[in-house]
Structure formats: structure tokens, C-alpha cells
């Protein structure tokens, strides 16, 4: 079809615009060649005729389904305007910023934080395809490492832009994908390093400009390392063309290196002061642009973020200080002060501040310093020359100073960088990310922007022919014969610079004379190029810059500076001043061969970016321009060597506004960053590719049925295509793909679009025609029913006269009589017939009743006799059963009071071993109380003789101050004689000295007071003490008399269980008596029951007897002649037989009365046997309650002796109850010891600290003492003396009331030391009682060793034990952990059949009660159990089958702990099997998290298994066929073949979650913990598919959302037939199930936005906005959400406070718990198959 019959009515073009660039247009008049005007309707409505060239028409505009397409190469046309229209779609509408444009990601700068660069996005893209998910810089980074692991070849990601347009975050995304997704297993932590080096490098290289806040100011390319398994190991960096002229200079509104301000806001941190810095605006080279603030950036916290770096990457701190000091000193620097001298002369003062501190930081001759920045040194053949320097030269001198030290400073870090990222072995393969500026442009461009658009001309050289070369091999692939495609070749504008005698050449020959200029060198280009060359210039209005026609535009270049930029010189003696600094950085910096780091060999032989400074002789210095040039070509060989992968960064606008659009800045960056030579190289050829499965599932409806029944898919599209379009030069068949030429497909959209709209009508037709024929219908119907009533309401009116009502009223008469008179006839002859039926029913009923009492007579006759017969039968049976039932009852009786008999005697031994310990720690406390009485009484005789001695002392002491005092009253006498004679200037002193005694005096009152204040508090203390004291003696007091009772007690028990020892004796010689009796009560038993057979046996033979009488008196034939089969039918209906029956019944009962009689007589008899037997019983009872009693104390005793009779059971028990008791007395003696050392220890710290008080007293008091000697020589302190001297007396006092308190205290003890004699002897006395009693146990065993013969062996009966021995642990393990499969074992055995196993040797180790034995099992298997875990760490069947056993086995260790809360649901038997001697929570604890461990593997290994069917089964699948439409996918989609029968669907989800479900419930999975795993998995299974479907925008539509939301019915049916409803799995989907609603909901109105706000609340603010933004109409009729819609949502949900973020976060995991449900299985029961092979093992 020819692309002008296209221009048809109601399709759009595009056609230019001043301010938008490209303005849309509707066609309102089918176009015809030859036209030279376009009838066009603008947007706005206005009508306008578009003048055209019929050889250039207006681009025309895709249909809205294509437009927000994920690649541009997927639009219908291609061309400039439907590229900047599908980009501000996604951009301003969709909020999308990436889009693939063929092999390039377009990435625009938001100006804003997005959530979508966190690891649950990182993880969403790894492993995927690049075309099955949104576009991403991820997704790059993706299809790079994929490339690299697959082919095994070096791969390249460029990244390019404008300045703010995103390269530095985009390229610091990239290699923050890689390490993630490929962290080595090493310590190292290389991808931290490799992260970490970014912010260093942004921080010495990056700057504010007017464009962006944190521009890049030199290009970067950083390798990333791997080994063979594709981790990383290490990184490399190489840097280009650093702006050093920032160092010096910055435009308004623009900062120098971040790096500076970073110090300089860290100033004031002691670290930093040596530095001696101040704030940013003090210094010349950091205050230029008058913006040393970026909003929102805090310089201090990005310092400490920068040393954090330096740190991590290994650089410590003496490093860093070093960098830190050369920065200082370059700030410095600037800041030098050079003062004009005249004309030609400068000078600089040796008192400079910052020139001192310049010099001082860097360790420089200071005067060296000031002369050579103001002076030159000029060398001839004959002489050198001094020159001085005017002062512009001298600050030029002192800013190139500035640039060549920070210019090393830079390349030092970044080498030491590399360094760091070094590492020891191979590199296997890397990934280089090259950070690089892209082309710029601007008002005044000089020689950095010349060498920036060098690069970019070389690089855009290296782009075009890799597109070229992909589409070559796109062509051969798909077999599609390859035509040349003409393309822009930029190798002319590199010659222009490059080549031989061209601009670099020309400019480095100009640098080495020595008078060059910048004019000279532009003079050289005028006339070599000038008319010579068309993509060189010479400005009309100048003759100072150039112009060169670069691939994306004209750029003027400024000549000025070229020359000083490319020698980048600096002065030749201060190199020499630096080179000898002290300071070893700096003098490392000129070194003239300088120890180069080559970082690691790799494939490419890569040498530094900036080569070694060499000799400081000019002709041989290496200009710029020709480093650059080498290093760019260094560039190019490696790049070429590689896959390369681009990323365009675009800047929306220059206001840096979030979501604006700006069109004419974006059209500009297209046209220069090769976005549209690529889109302009695809158009050429054939742009639209679809894959044969697309492209049959969307253009479907346009074939005919008879096309559609061929089965070759294939086959059908290439005919179809064929029937359509005509020219075959419009598309190609590939092996894959069908290729069409720009404008097929949107002629293919407007064929469907059309068939869909004829579709349309003749629905529409066909539903309005159904509609006014149902409506047509029912008026008709309504006006024939009106009709109806009219016509017979109009024959009514016109009927009734006054003829026709007599009329009716005589023939209604008439009717009346007649009616009347038949209704009397029928009565009469109804009336004759009953009364005849009647008559002959009765007499019928009158011979029936006779008959009927005739046949009961004679059967009465027949029951009479019968029923004594039953009679007497059944009594015997009852007789027979009451006997049995009594014996047994009686027996039962007997053991019952046997059993209370024994629990009373237990209770009594445990009473008695109780008193006996209490009196034992009773005896002992009282010797404790003793002995620390006797202590406290001898302390107390040492403080009473202190006291004695202190008093004394103080006596003497009192004498001694009296002594004073009048030795002081006769100086005083002598004074006053003297003052008298003494004149006024005296008197004064004295004044003076009288206010110092006094304020002398009040000084020591306030002391004394505080004194007395202390002393109280002590007192207090001492008092608190006492009534603690005598709290205790009352305790003790208490004590005493509770033993006291106890004791009184135990003797009373003691004489009873003389008694009843005695009695014991007695009853134990009468049981061979009684064994003789109730032999003879049996033998009499036995012939009652011989008596009782021999009378049932007569009453038989009376009762057949009696029959045949009957049965003879009875003529049965007589009777049967005479009834006939009539009378017979008429007996069996009125019940005649049921009369003799009754009959018989009656016989019965004389029988049975007979047989009462003869049981009276019977149970007489056995009342007086029972009677007997009652008696023997009650005996056998009390034997028996005394015998018990011992059975149920000691549980081995008892299996070891055997049960004799149910009378003497266990005595030999009493033996190791006397020894438990005397174990227990050893015990409780033990721990009386311990406890009267503590006794003693709280003793000695009483005493201890009485004494250290006591001495801190006197100690105060002697420091008192001092002070009075001293002030004793004055007048006025002699009252202070007296106050001393009482309170000595009151310490006397109360060392007194503390003697008080010890006597009481030893009164006390005296007292219970005597009742603790008396407790003793009492104790003594049970000793010699238990000794009494373990004799007559003796004496008892001896009798029952005696009848132990005559009694049979029992059935052996097992108690749930496993006998192993120790050396079998490791064969145990062996055989049922390690080697145990549980494929084919599980079905055959109990759930957790090993862990009841391995808990049943549990318990025989604590029956052994061998701790070590106990231990090493537990942790032999515990170590065996984590053995196989790990070694099948990826088998789903034996994971859950331990899973299952270690819960079994942690719920058997505590249900058999004996704790109350796990014995609750135990049965009395399992209580017996509890755990006796070893507490084992510790080893439950460790089970338990073992268990958590593997529930959680158990968990990984399913989402591993299921997780690569998510995706296909619940989104790409269609459980609904035919709903879904495919679009085209572009470049980026991946190739599928016809036949996709091996992808996941829907059913594979569901039979893998059947798989998981069986095998669980086969190994015995606990519900609960079933249903935790299944809640799991159905989180994973919505959280992944919710993610996906928010990063692929083609699954964003309605359809796609019915699909989901069957998907997910699916799953909950799966639940419901699983009854899994409880595990709460259902609500984990309720977030995947909004959307799929969100999907499908009307999306237009406020009502709309509200419905949505409350019925998503499972969905955050952020996903509601990206689903909407996401939605992606499949067909013409649908309707994009527009963007006005979607800020009313958000605007809605402003007020909602949740998480602002994208994804789910599919990692989580709930909180797995473990619920006890104990084993109902009884361990007694439990047998070891023989598959387990543990033939060794025997059952206890």
C-alpha cells in the first residue's frame, strides 16, 4: 500500500511548531496526489489548509494504542515527532523515565526520588529478559552481566548526557545492580569498595554548575572484575580531561569541588583545626560564584560520609589528613595576597597569614616562595635571566600553582583508589561503565568544550556502526536479504581534528614556539581549512573564533585560552621548590619518574589514563590535547573490544521542575545523543518486527474462518499478509519474525480497528432492532387488553334491560326446585345402601370377635407351660451371671481399699523423711547460731575493752584541756594588762581579729552540727539493725515451735506404724489360712454350679414333656378342616394367631414362677457362701492395702519381683526407701552446712562492718580532737571544747546500747542452742525407729521369697523404652538419620515413627540416670539430624520429612518433661513414661531453633521450585482464552517460536502446590505448621506477580486484570479444596486481588476516584499511582487514564499514612511458631520395623 493513500479522513499528522516543535492535526478531507494543500483541525479546533510537498508530506501520528510504547522501535512510524511525543507520554503522563529506543535506554532526569531502585526491584530484574519487563537501567545492567556470563566476553555500559542529566546516578545505579546481583562469597566485601569509591570520586570530581547540582567534571570508565564464576573481585578506574580551571575560577552561581566546602564545614572539628580553615566564604577559590550552599546538601555529614569511604576502602587516616592538608593548602593558597609594584613588578609580604600557613602545611622555604610566585626564570644559551612579573602574571602563576597540585592530588586519589580495588589473582572477564560528558554547547565554548565534543564525535563514530552492525546481524539471523542502508559517517569531522595537520596537530606545533599565540594558531586554521574543508567555518562577525560542524550541531569555538590550556604549564623553579618539600606527599607529586601501579593484567593492555609526568624540559612535555588523544584512543580500542550498551540521559528542562517537559531542550539532546540516527536507520529498512505468535493473536479477528482451519500458525500469517497488503516490498517473512516497512502496521491497525467497528454497528444493529421489537411487542399486547375490556364493558351497557332481568330471575327459580329435587332422590338411595352395608359388616365383625376368643383360650393354655419353661431358663442365666458379677465386685472392693491403705502408709513414710530433714537443717542452723554468737561475744569483750581504754583516754584528755583552760585564764589577765597599755591602732588589730574568731567559732558550730547529724543516721542505722535482729529471733522462735509439733507428730506415726508392722507380721503367717479357704470356697462354688446344670437339665425334660401333652391334646388337622383359606387370610388379619401367641405367654409365666421359687432358694445358699467369702475378704483387703503401699513407691522393685498375689505385691520397696530417706538426710545435711556458711559469711560482713563504722567514728572523732588542740590557743573556741567532749560521751552511750543488744542476742542463742539439743536426741531416737523397721522388712522379704515359688510367671509387659548401648549411638544415627529414606518408608509407619524411636532411648538413658550417656546421645543426634538437613539442603521430600520428625520429637520431650502444662491431654499411662532425673529444656530450646532452620530451608527450596512459574502462570498465561490482545514489543522483545507448549501455566502452579501439599501430609507435617507454609507460599506467589505487573506496563489493562483475578479463584478453590481456609492464605493475595479490581474499574469520574480509595486499602498511595499510570489500553475503545484522574486519587489519599514504596518485599517471612500438640501414640506400643535396620535396639 502506498504511504500517501494513508492521508485519509480522521487520521492525524504531525506538522512543525514554534514552542512545541511538532503540533498535532486532524485530516478533515481525504488527501488526492497531486493536492498541494493538507485540510487540517488543529487540537485547539481551528481549520487550516497545510500547504505540502507531494514528495514530503507531513509525518503522520500512530494510533493512540502504540503510543506510550516501552520502545520506539515499536511505534508504526518513525520519525522525529512520534519519538518526542511517546517520550512526553511516559514522561509527564505515565511518569515513566526510562524507554528503549532499539539497542539505546533513554533515561530523563525527574528531578525527583523515585521507589524504584531498591534491592526488591534489583532482585524483580535479575535473571529476566530485557524486552519482559519495563524499561530499566537495571534491566541494562542486566542484559550486560547476562551477556558476560553467557558468551564470555568483555561488555561496555556508556553512559552519556548533557550536564544534570542523570549520568553520574545512573552510572552509580549500574554498579550498584552489579553488586548486588553478583556478591563474591569471599570476607573482602569487593562490591562495598567498588560502591564505595563513588563517593570519593564525586566528591574531588564533582561540582555545582547552573545546570546540576552535582555535575560530573571529568569522564570516568570503571571495570568491574569477575572471576569464572561471575563475582566480583575487584575494580579498576581511569579518569579524562579533569576541569582544573574550577579550582581557580567558577561562574556565577556556580561552586568549586565539593570537596573543598566539605572541609571547610568540618573546620571546627578537632581533627581539622591544625588546617587552621574557616567558613567557605573566606576563601577566594570557594567564594567566586557566590554559592558555597546547595539547598537540601549537608557538607558536614557528606565529610564524615567521605572519611567513612576512605576508610572502607583501606585508606586510613594519616592518608587521609595528607590529602586533607594538600586541599588546605590550595585553599590557602588562593587566598595570597600579590600587590602590584609599579607596572611590571609584584610583590607578596613575608607576613602573608595564609602564605605562612601554605608554606607551613606543605613544609616549603617561605622565601623561596614569595620570590619565584612574583619572579621567572628565563634560560638562554649564555645566561639565565631573572624576570620579575606584573601582577596578573603573577597570579596567573599562583592559579596554575593551584590546578597542577590539585590536578595530581586527583590523579594520586584516584590511583590509590585503584589500589584498594586491586586484587591478587585473574580477571576472568569485566564490565566498564563509562561515565562520560555528553556534547555541549554553549553561549562562549573554549578548549575543554572542544575536547568534550571530540569525544562524543568519536563515540557517536563507534555507536553508529554497532547499530549498523546489529541490524546486519538482525537481517542474517532471520534470513531476510541485507540491502545498505545509507548512515551519517562522522570520520571527516575526525579527521578535521586528528588527522595529520589538523586542529590537535596544528595547535601542539603552535604550543612549542616560543612567542605562540592564539591568534597566530586560528590564523594557521583559516588557512588551512577555510573554504577547504565544508565542516569548517570562519564566523562572518569575528575573527577570533572557529565554527566546526559536529554530528548534533554547529559549535562556535572562542580561540582564546587554547594555547595556555593545552601546554598547561607552570613555572619550572616552583616545580623545583615542591619537588624539595619535606612534607613526602607533596615531593612525590614532581618526582621525575614517580613508581607507577599498574592495577591488575587483564585482556586488554590498559596503561594509565594520564601518563607519567616526564622531564621538565618543554620540547619534550606532552601538551593536553595530545594526552587526551591518546587516552580517547586507549578509549576506543577497549570499547571496541567489548559489547557495548548504551544509556542516553536527557534533561527535561533547565529549571530542574520534576515531570516538566520541555520540548525544544529534549529535541536538541535527541538530535545529539544518536536517539533519532538510530530511529532514523531502522526507518530505512523495516522498523516494525512481530513475532509470528504476535502478530497472529492480534490481527486474528481480519482472517477468515476457512484460513483459520489451517494448523500451521506460520502458514496463516505469511497467507493473510499476502491477502492484505499487496506489495510485497512492504514486509519480509524471517524464521521468526515477519519485518514490515514504516506505516504497514498502523495500515494493518486501521484494517482492524475498522473490521472492529462494522463489528461494532452490527452488534449495536442487531441489539437497538431486539430492543424496539421487545417494546413494539408489549405496547401491542397493552392495547389489545385495553381493547378487550372496552368492547365487553360497551356489550354490557348495551345488554341489561328490564325483559331480560325477569328472564333471568324466573329461570334462576326453575333451577332452584330441580336442583332440590335430585339432590333429595340421591340422599334417599345413598341413605337403603349404608344401612344394608352395615348389617352384613357387623355380623361379620360378631363371628371374628368369637373366633378370636376362642383362640385365646387355648392359647393362654400353650403360653402357661411355655414361659415357665423360660422362666426357669433365665433365672438360671441370671443366677450364673450375679454370681460372676459379685465375685468379681468384691474382688474389686478389695483391691480399691488395698491400694488407700497403701497411699496412707506412703504419705506417712514421706511426712516422716520430711520431719526428720527439717530437724536435720533445724540442728544445723542452731549450730550456726551458736558459733556466731560465740564470735559476736568475743568481738563484744573487744569493743567493751576498747571502750573502757577510749574512756580513759578521754579522761585524761578532759584533765588536760582544764589544765589549758587556766593556763589560758592567766595569759588572758596578762593580755588585758597589755591591751590596756597598748594604743587606738591596736585596738583596731583587735577589732580585726575578734570578727575571725568569730566567724571561726561559727564555722565549728556548723561543723559540730553536722557531726551531731551524722551521728543520728548511725544511730538509726544501728536501731534498724536491732529490729531486724530480734525479726529473725521471732522467725526462729516460730520455727522452733512448728519442730517442736512436727516432732510430736512424727511420734505418734512412729508408734502407729509399730502397730501396724506388728499387725503386718501376724496377717503375713495367716495368708496360707486364708489361701486354704478360698481354695474350699472354690471347690464349693464349683458344685453349686454342678447343681444348678443337673436342675437346668431336668426342667428340659419336664418342659418337652409338657409340650407333646399340648401337642396331642390338640388336633391341628381337625382345626384345618374346618377353616378354609378365606377364615385362614381372615385370622392372620384381625390378629387371631397374635391371641395365641399370647396364649403361649401365659404358659411362660407359670414357668417362670416355678423358677423364682427355686433362685430364693439358690440365693439363700449363696448369701451364706458370700457372707463367708466377705468375711475371708475384708482380711485379704487389709493384707492387701499394706502390701500395695510398697508396690507403688519404687517401680523397678516391682518388676523385678514378681506379683505373687494381689495381696503382698512389692515390700522389698521399703529397702530403697530407707536408703532414699537416708540419702535425703545426707542431703539435707549438706545443705545446712552450706547454709551456716552463709550464715556465718552475713555474720562476719555484720560484725565487719560494726567495727568499720565504729572506726570511722573515731577516726572523725580524732580529726575533732585536732581541730580543738589547734583552735585551743585562742580565747574564744574553748565553749566549741565542751561540745567535743560531750558528744565523746554520748559515742560512750552508744557503744553501751550496743553491748545491750549483743547480750540479748546471746541470750537468745543460749536458749535455741538447748532446744536444738533436744531436737537432736529426738532425731536420734526415728534413726533407731528406721533401723527397727528395715529389720522387719527383712524378716517380711524372707516370707515372701518363700511363697514366691508357688506363684506362676506374669506376661511380660512393656513400659516404652529403647536398650541400646553407648557405642551403638553412631549406628543409630547412621541407620535411622542418616541412611533412612523416606520415600516408600512414610506410608508404612506412624507419623514421626523415628522421633518417638529416638525419644524412647531418651528415657532409657534417664532410667539409667547416666547424664553423660544422656548428653552424648542428645547431641549425637541433634548433629545428625543438622548432617542430613545439610547434606539434602535442595530436597523438598526429606526437608519436610525432618521437619516433621524433629517437631515429633521436640513435642515427645515435652510432653514426657512432667511439666503441667504439657501433661494435661496425657493419659495415666503416659504420665508413668515421664522423664524422672534430667531436665532437658535447654536441648528443647536447641531443637527448636534446629526446627526453625529447617522450616526456613524448607521455605526456599519451594519458592526456588515455584518461583520460575509465577510469573508465566499468573500473568503471561491466558486461563481465559481469547480475551487478551497482543501489541507489538519492538527491538527489545525477545524472540518466541509458534509453539510455546513447555511455558508454565495456571495448572502447573496449582499441581506444584498439590505436590507440596501430599508430600507434607505424607511425612506427617503438623497442620498448623502446613498451613504457615502455605500462608507463605501464596504470599510469595501474589507478591511476585503484583511486582512484575508493576514493572511491565504491557499487563496493565482490564483484560489482564480478568485474567489475574481468575488465576486467583483458582488458587482459593485450590484452598477450599484443601481445607486450608484457616490459614489465613487467602488474605496474602488481597493486595494482587485490588489490583486486578484496580484493572478493571471505570476509571473517569470523582465517584470513580472515591470507590477506588476505599476499596484499595491493601494497595500503598505509591501503587495505586503506578497501577494508574501503568494502564495501558489494548484496543481503539478503550481509554487511558488521564493524568487529571490520577491526581485527584493521590489527592484522595494524601490523608492515608503507609510505606512509600513500590514493591513487596517478596523475601519476608512471617513468623513461623510452633504449637504443641501432643503424641497420641502410647510408647509402650510402638514396634521398630526391620527396614530400619535396628536390630540391635530391644524394647524395655
Known sequence: MALAELYTQYNRVWIPDNEEVWQSAEITKDYKAGDHFLHLQLEDGTELNYPVDPAALPPLRNPDILVGENDLTALSYLHEPAVLHNLKVRFVESKLIYTYSGIILVAINPYKQLPIYGDAIIHAYSGQNMGDMDPHIFAVAEEAYKQMARNNKNQSIIVSGESGAGKTVSARYTMRYFAT????????????????????????????????????????????????????IGANMRTYLLEKSRVVFQSENERNYHIFYQLCASAMQPEFKHLKLGSAEEFNYTRMGNSTVIEGVDDRANMVETQKTFALLGLKEDFQMDVFKMLAAILHLGNVEITAVGDERSSISLKDKHLNIFCELLDLNCDKIVQWLCHRKIVTTSETVIKPMTRSQAVNARDALAKKIYSHLFDFIVEKINQALQFPGKQHTFIGVLDIYGFETFDVNSFEQFCINYANEKLQQQFNLHVFKLEQEEYMKEDIPWTLIDFYDNQTVIDLIEAKMGILELLD????????????????????????????????????????????????????????????????????????????????????????????????????????????????????????????????????????????????????????????????????????????????????????????????????????????????????????????????????????????????????????????????????????????????????????????????????????????????????????????????????????????TRGFLARKKYQKMLEEHKAVILQKYARAWLARRRFQNIRRFVLNIQLSYRVQQLQKRIEEKSRENHGLLERLTSLASTHVSDMDTIQKLETDLEKLTAQKRMHEEKGKKYKEDSEQKMLKLENQNKELKEQKETLEIKLQEKTEEMKEKMDDLTKQLFNDVRREENQ??????????????????????????????????????????????????????????????????????????????????????????????????????????????????????????????????????????????????????????????????????????????????????????????????????????????????????????????????????????????????????????????????AQNEIDMKEKEKLKNTNQEIEGLSNGVMQDETQDEVKSKIKQETARLTVENMDLEEKLDMKDRIIKKLEDQIKTLTKTIEKTEAHVPPLSKEYIGMMEYKKEDEERIVQNLILDLKPRGVVVNMIPGLPAHILFMCVRYADYLTDADMLKSFMNVTIDGIKEVVKEHSEDFEMLSFWLSNTYYFLNC????????????????????????????????????????????????????????????????????????????????????????????????????????????????????????????????????????????????????????????????????????????????????????????????????????????????????????????????????????????????????????????????????????????????????????????????
Not at 564525586?202 to 568491574?224: H, L, M, Q, W
Not at 509439733?1045 to 486364708?1074: C, H, N, R, S
Not at 518466541?1536 to 495448572?1547: E, K, L, W
Request: glycine content about 4%.
Open 509 to 840: 606545533e603552535e604550543c612549542l614556539l616560543p612567542h605562540g599565540a592564539d591568534e597566530n594558531w586560528l590564523q594557521k586554521l583559516y588557512n588551512n581549512f577555510v573554504n577547504k574543508n565544508t565542516l569548517f567555518e570562519k564566523p562572518r562577525m569575528s575573527n577570533t573564533s572557529f565554527i566546526i560542524q559536529h554530528f548534533a550541531d554547529k559549535v562556535e569555538y572562542k580561540c582564546e585560552g587554547f594555547l595556555e590550556k593545552n601546554r598547561d604549564t607552570v613555572h619550572e623553579v616552583l616545580i623545583e621548590i615542591l619537588k624539595e618539600s619535606k612534607f613526602h606527599l607533596c615531593a612525590n607529586f614532581f618526582q621525575d619518574n614517580p613508581v607507577s601501579i599498574s592495577p591488575f593484567s587483564s585482556t586488554i593492555s590498559i596503561k594509565s589514563a594520564r601518563p607519567v609526568l616526564k622531564s621538565p624540559n618543554k620540547h619534550l612535555r606532552t601538551t593536553v590535547g595530545s594526552k587526551f588523544r591518546s587516552s580517547l584512543s586507549l578509549l576506543m580500542v577497549t570499547l571496541n573490544a567489548t559489547t557495548p550498551h548504551y544509556v542516553r540521559c536527557i534533561k527535561p528542562n533547565d529549571e530542574k521542575l520534576p515531570f516538566e517537559f520541555d520540548s525544544k531542550r529534549v529535541t536538541q539532546q535527541l538530535r545529539a545523543c544518536g536517539v533519532l540516527e538510530t530511529i532514523r536507520i531502522s526507518a530505512q529498512s523495516y522498523p516494525s518486527r512481530w513475532t509470528y505468535i504476535e502478530f497472529f493473536s492480534r490481527y486474528r479477528i481480519l482472517m477468515t474462518q476457512q484460513e483459520l482451519s489451517i494448523n500451521d500458525k506460520k502458514q496463516i500469517c505469511k497467507i493473510v499478509l499476502q491477502r492484505l497488503i499487496q506489495d510485497r516490498n512492504q514486509y519480509q517473512f524471517g524464521r521468526t519474525k515477519i519485518f514490515f516497512r514504516a506505516g504497514q502496521v498502523a495500515y494493518l491497525e486501521k484494517l482492524r480497528s475498522d473490521k472492529l467497528r462494522h463489528a461494532c454497528i452490527m452488534i449495536q444493529k442487531s441489539v437497538r432492532g431486539w430492543l424496539q421489537r421487545k417494546k413494539f411487542l408489549q405496547i401491542k399486547q397493552a392495547a389489545l387488553v385495553i381493547q378487550q375490556y372496552f368492547r365487553g364493558q360497551r356489550t354490557v351497557r348495551q345488554a341489561i334491560t328490564a325483559r331480560t332481568l325477569k328472564q333471568t330471575w324466573a329461570a334462576i327459580t326453575i333451577q332452584k326446585y330441580c336442583r332440590g329435587y335430585l339432590v333429595r332422590r340421591l340422599c334417599q338411595l345413598i341413605r337403603v345402601a349404608a344401612v344394608t352395608i352395615q348389617a352384613y
Open 1008 to 1265: 559540730r552540727l553536722i557531726l551531731e547529724k551524722n551521728f543520728q543516721n548511725q544511730k538509726q542505722d544501728y536501731e534498724n539493725e536491732i529490729e531486724l535482729l530480734k525479726g529473725e529471733i521471732k522467725v526462729l522462735r516460730e520455727e522452733k515451735t512448728q519442730l517442736q509439733d512436727q516432732i510430736q507428730q512424727e511420734i505418734v506415726i512412729q508408734d502407729g506404724l509399730k502397730m501396724e508392722v506388728g499387725q503386718l507380721t501376724k496377717q503375713a503367717q495367716k495368708i496360707p489360712e486364708l489361701q486354704k479357704e478360698i481354695e474350699l470356697l472354690q471347690t464349693q462354688k464349683l458344685d453349686v454350679e454342678k447343681q444348678a446344670q443337673t436342675q437346668k437339665r431336668e426342667l428340659r425334660e419336664k418342659m418337652s414333656e409338657v409340650t407333646k401333652q399340648l401337642l396331642e391334646s390338640y388336633d391341628f388337622e381337625d382345626v384345618r378342616s374346618r377353616l378354609s383359606t378365606e377364615d385362614l387370610e381372615h385370622l392372620n388379619e384381625d390378629g387371631e394367631l397374635w391371641f395365641a401367641y399370647e396364649g403361649l405367654k401365659k404358659a411362660t409365666r407359670v414357668l417362670e414362677s416355678h423358677f423364682q421359687s427355686q433362685k430364693e432358694i439358690y440365693e439363700k445358699e449363696i448369701e451364706g457362701l458370700n457372707f463367708k467369702v466377705e468375711h475371708l475378704s475384708q482380711d485379704i483387703n487389709h493384707l492387701q492395702k499394706l502390701f500395695r503401699e510398697e508396690n507403688d513407691i519404687n517401680d523397678g522393685i516391682r518388676l523385678e519381683v514378681s506379683r505373687l498375689t494381689s495381696e503382698n505385691m512389692v515390700i522389698p520397696d521399703l529397702k530403697n526407701q530407707v536408703s532414699e530417706l537416708e540419702n535425703q538426710k545426707l542431703d539435707l545435711e549438706n545443705r545446712l552446712q552450706e547454709q551456716t556458711i552463709k550464715l556465718k559469711g552475713k555474720m562476719e560482713e555484720m560484725s565487719d562492718r560494726l567495727h568499720y563504722e565504729l572506726e570511722g567514728d573515731r577516726a572523725q572523732r580524732q580529726t575533732n580532737e
Open 181 to 232: 546481583v553478583s556478591k563474591s562469597s569471599s570476607n573482602a566485601h569487593v562490591e562495598d569498595k567498588v560502591l564505595a569509591s563513588n563517593p570519593i570520586t564525586e566528591a574531588v570530581g564533582n561540582a555545582k554548575t547552573t545546570r546540576n547540582d552535582n555535575s560530573s567534571r571529568f569522564g570516568k570508565y570503571t571495570e568491574i572484575s569477575f572471576d569464572k564464576s561471575y563475582q566480583i
Open 1453 to 1740: 520431650l515435652k510432653q514426657y518433661s512432667g511439666e503441667e502444662e504439657f501433661m494435661k491431654c496425657n493419659t495415666p499411662r503416659q504420665n508413668k513414661n515421664c522423664l524422672k532425673h534430667f531436665d532437658l529444656s535447654e536441648y528443647r530450646q536447641i531443637l527448636s531453633d534446629l526446627a526453625i532452620r529447617i522450616y526456613h530451608q524448607l521455605i526456599v527450596v519451594m519458592e526456588n521450585n515455584i518461583q520460575p512459574m509465577i510469573v508465566p502462570g499468573m500473568l503471561e498465561y491466558e486461563s481465559l482464552q481469547g480475551i487478551s490482545g497482543l501489541k507489538p514489543t519492538g527491538f527489545r522483545k525477545r524472540s518466541s517460536s509458534i509453539d510455546d507448549t513447555d511455558t508454565y501455566t495456571m495448572t502447573s502452579i496449582l499441581q506444584q502446590l498439590s505436590y507440596f501439599y501430599s508430600t507434607m501430609c505424607q511425612n506427617g507435617l503438623d497442620s498448623e505448621l502446613l498451613k504457615q507454609a502455605v500462608k507463605q507460599l501464596f504470599f510469595l506467589i501474589g507478591a511476585i506477580t503484583l511486582n512484575s505487573l508493576f514493572l511491565r506496563k504491557d499487563m496493565c489493562s482490564c483484560r489482564k486484570g480478568m485474567q489475574i483475578r481468575c488465576n486467583i479463584s483458582y488458587l482459593e478453590e485450590w484452598l477450599k479444596d484443601k481445607n486450608l481456609q484457616s490459614s489465613n492464605a487467602k488474605e496474602t493475595l488481597e493486595p494482587l486481588s485490588q489490583a486486578a479490581w484496580l484493572l478493571q474499574v471505570k476509571k473517569i469520574t470523582d465517584d470513580d476516584a472515591k470507590e477506588i480509595c476505599e476499596h484499595c486499602t491493601s494497595l500503598s498511595t505509591v501503587q495505586i499511582v503506578k497501577i494508574l499510570n501503568s494502564y495501558t489500553p489494548i484496543d481503539d475503545f478503550e481509554k487511558r487514564v488521564t493524568p487529571s484522574f490520577v491526581r485527584k486519587v493521590q489527592a484522595m489519599l494524601n490523608n492515608r499514612e503507609d510505606v512509600p514504596q513500590l514493591m513487596l518485599d517478596s523475601k519476608y517471612l512471617f513468623q513461623v511458631t510452633f504449637p504443641f500438640t501432643p503424641s497420641p501414640h502410647a510408647l509402650e506400643m510402638i514396634q521398630v520395623p526391620s527396614s530400619f535396620k535396628l536390630g540391635f535396639l530391644t524394647r524395655v
